[in-house]
């Protein structure tokens, strides 16, 4: 028997609403690997939504978890793993995905960030109690963050089926 050939996990970070979640399963599809969505993975563990577990449990409990199942997830081979917008501020969380995993940073630009804001609101914990202000504030904090990366794709123009064939011709 030959050796089985292993796949690098693909990550997928970026600001909340970039796309993570919708391009990373097409892509996953696409190449016929597995998809790991974190936050619907912490929400099996919780039972619940993620506002809720804010609300109930607050925040950091939810970055508990979220790191350690990141940890545990990005062991696996052959998978597309989207990441939470907030996920990628952990130190650990970055060390482990930038050495393990394919990073991809699924980029938006304010401008087109600002016209998702509505599709939004509703279900991020984070946007609560914020304005537009302090919004554009955060964004530009995770910014920096966001360009530790492997591979960069600026999503403005491109629908999610297009920002999944970049990932998959990246690979
Ligand atoms: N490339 C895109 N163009 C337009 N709308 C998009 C695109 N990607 C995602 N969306 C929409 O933006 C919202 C957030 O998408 P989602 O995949 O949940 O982002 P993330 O996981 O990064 O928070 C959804 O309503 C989704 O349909
Ligand atoms: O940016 C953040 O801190 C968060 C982003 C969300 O994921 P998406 O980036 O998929 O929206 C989710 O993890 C949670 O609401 C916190
Ligand atoms: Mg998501």
Redesign the pocket.
Known sequence: MGKEFKKKSIVLI?F????????GELAAQKLNWGFIDIDQEIEKKFGMPTKEIFKKYGEEAFRTYEKNIIELKTSEEGQVI?LG?GAFMNEVTRNTCLANTVVIY?DISWDAWKK?FE??VDTRPVLQGRDLNEIEELFSKRRILYSHHHFHIL?DN???DE?ADEIVNFI
Do not use: E, Y
Not at 16 to 23: E, H, I, L, V
């Open positions: 970026g909340m609403g970039a796309g993570k979640t919708t391009a989207s917008g699924l998702r599709q939004l999503t491109l629908s999610p920002v």
